[in-house]
């Protein structure tokens, strides 16, 4: 009896925070989905990139048991994913510390944590979004079969494979000013796609570009998708997902050092 | 009838004396910098229940410092805040505190009533939300894009997300920059209604005449220290009265046309200061009446008086060094 009135504060607490979190991820998503510079683009660059590269480029084309449309299907999800992370979060924080609205929020009784993950959450919802699109370009225009256990492979993989790229949102947002947070995201986004595979197979690249691809995330979260269609060419699956832990402790270090510094400043 | 014919005088006289609850205290707060600049240099500043203060200070002074350290924004280099007792930069001291900011950007993408029910969802008893839109003025345009809002109507809708929680201390900072008369004037009113409340109001502006008409103590500062400090006729006395001989009787600026010289004028009881420009002649006098009576009697072709009360502006210039 003492025991249920001692914790009915506790669940209230914890229930108020987990609304005041799922009312913070909705309208975030729901702000992004109406930022149509935003939703288009981090949807409409893997589309477009996909159907030029995967579908009307190597129309029908295999290369030994690998579908290309399929491998490309893998690479271009990540590089899609990756874009929904760096520029839903990172570019979106930016703008929101520069216009003195985080400020307006950090001013009020929402939990810090609100905020971040909600955040987190609209990418990952648009990373899925991307991701489904993508597939259903694959399945009906290039004739790729993907089947069922791929296809919740691939989702489990975006829910969880946007991370690392959320947290180098946030790391971008609280280093670099904003005006030059797009130009500097971008410089930083396509080489690192590229360098790690997603745009040209690995096998293509010069040697020495194939051996640098091990530093990059967006290398392992490709191999990884890669491997969830059964393609993965190199190294294990623990390895890429050191990397990407590796990766993403380094980002958040960065972040905490950056927001430290920001803090003493203000 | 006597109780109305009270009232007046007894909300002239609402300056909460010390035995009211303080809300909010900062207690010899130094804010150090890492460049190296003091923005505040062991400031003291008590909000007391149910006041409205304003803060003035030219640019730079160190307002929006205090201001942010009092919102938990900010920590103190050596000092102490608290609101409610506790310390701001926890989250649950702030359930019961509402800020207006100047915001370059709200997200643009949101409607008037989802940014509403953002924020009254984080505390735990909100506001009603048909009262906010009336007090905040935003009927008929709460299914709008706040992107496609007008400047004024932007400030309505931060005005609202301040009150959004109904809470007890309310940070309002330029409240009032680009509204047109109109909703300038009902942002004053709903203002003074909260105060009436038991509400306390810590105002930043620009607008003197605004500090002049809504707060109850008007706290100066400059160069990150408190100058000045008291009820608005207070402040007005003190920065229009000779430096070093502060009195807090309300001091008047009569100008003339006169002849009478300057030594003679001031000779004259009362008199504080008298400077003649071409024709004009500025008396400041601090028993205006006596004053006027002699003058009249020593000049009878004086002419043109104008008596007036000093002006919130010019204490204000005075108290913070920009003399002329």
Request: aromatic share 8%; hydrophobic share 50%.
């Given at each position: ?266 | ?209 605004e500090a002049d008409s809504l707060a109850q103590r008007i706290v100066v500062i400059d160069k990150g220290r ?99």
């Amino acid at each position: 009896m003492s025991t249920a009135t001692f914790e009915f504060p506790r669940t209230n607490y914890f229930t108020r925070n987990l609304t005041i979190f799922l009312r913070e991820a909705r309208y975030e998503f729901i702000r992004l989905l109406r930022t149509r510079s935003f939703s288009f683009s981090v949807a409409g660059f893997p589309v477009a990139f996909y159907l030029f590269f995967g579908i009307i480029m190597n129309r029908g084309q295999q290369i030994g048991a690998i579908s290309v449309a399929k491998y490309v299907l893998a690479s271009y999800t990540v590089f899609g994913m990756v874009g929904a992370a760096l520029f839903g979060v990172g570019v979106g924080l930016a703008a929101d510390l520069a216009a003195g609205w985080l400020d307006l929020k950090r001013a009020s009784p929402m939990p810090p944590l609100a905020y971040v993950l909600a955040k987190c959450c609209s990418a990952v919802f648009f990373g899925i979004l991307i991701v489904s699109l993508l597939a259903l370009i694959g399945i009906t225009l290039g004739h790729v079969s993907v089947t069922f256990v791929e296809c919740a492979r691939m989702f489990a993989l975006t829910v969880v494979g946007v991370i690392p790229f959320v947290c180098m949102g946030l790391a971008l947002a609280l280093l670099v000013p904003f005006g030059s947070a797009p130009g500097i995201t971008n410089m930083i986004y396509l080489p690192m796609s590229f360098c790690g595979g997603l745009w040209v197979p690995l096998m293509f690249l010069p040697h020495f570009m194939q051996t640098i691809a091990v530093l990059m995330p967006t290398y392992h979260l490709g191999q990884l998708m890669l491997g969830a269609f059964g393609y993965a060419s190199r190294g294990t699956t623990l390895s890429h997902w050191c990397g990407l832990l590796g990766f993403t402790l380094l980002m958040l270090g960065i972040a905490a050092v950056a927001l430290r510094r920001l803090e003493q400043n203000s | 009838m006597s109780a109305v014919l009270e009232l007046p005088d007894a909300f002239a006289a609402n300056v909460p004396c010390p035995s009211v609850e303080a809300v909010a205290t900062l207690n010899l707060v130094t804010k150090r910098f890492p460049s190296g600049v003091i923005a505040l240099d062991d400031v003291s500043l008590t909000l007391r229940r149910g006041e409205v203060v304003a803060l003035l200070g030219p640019n730079g002074a160190g307002k929006s410092t205090a201001v942010k350290l009092l919102m938990g924004l900010s920590s103190p280099t050596s000092g102490t805040v608290n609101i409610f007792g506790a310390d701001p930069r926890n989250c649950s001291a702030r359930l019961r505190t509402g800020v207006m900011l100047q915001v370059g950007r709200a997200p643009e993408m949101l409607r008037v009533h989802e940014h509403i029910e953002l924020f009254r969802g984080y505390y735990p008893s909100p506001m009603a939300y048909a009262d906010i839109i009336q007090v905040a003025g935003l009927d008929g345009i709460e299914s709008r894009l706040f992107g496609q809002l007008s400047g004024g109507q932007k400030q309505r809708v931060l005005f609202a997300l301040a009150l959004a929680g109904d809470p007890d201390l309310i940070f309002l900072d330029e409240p009032t920059v680009g509204l047109d008369i109109k909703s300038r004037r009902s942002m004053w009113a709903q203002i003074e209604l909260l105060a009436a409340r038991g509400k306390t109001v810590l105002l930043t502006t620009h607008y003197l005449e605004e500090a002049d008409s809504l707060a109850q103590r008007i706290v100066v500062i400059d160069k990150g220290r408190i100058v000045c400090e008291g009820t608005p006729a207070e402040v007005k006395s003190l920065g229009s009265s000779v430096p070093g001989a502060m009195n807090s009787r309300s001091v008047k600026i009569i100008r003339c046309v006169t002849a009478i010289p300057a030594h003679i004028l001031l000779s004259i009881p009362g008199v504080t200061s008298a400077t003649i420009n071409g024709q004009f002649t500025t008396i400041l006098a601090s028993q205006a009446e006596s004053t006027l009576r002699e003058l009249l009697a020593l000049d009878p072709s004086l002419h043109s008086i104008d008596v007036q009360s000093p002006k919130l502006e010019d204490a204000f210039l005075a108290l913070t060094g920009d003399h002329e």
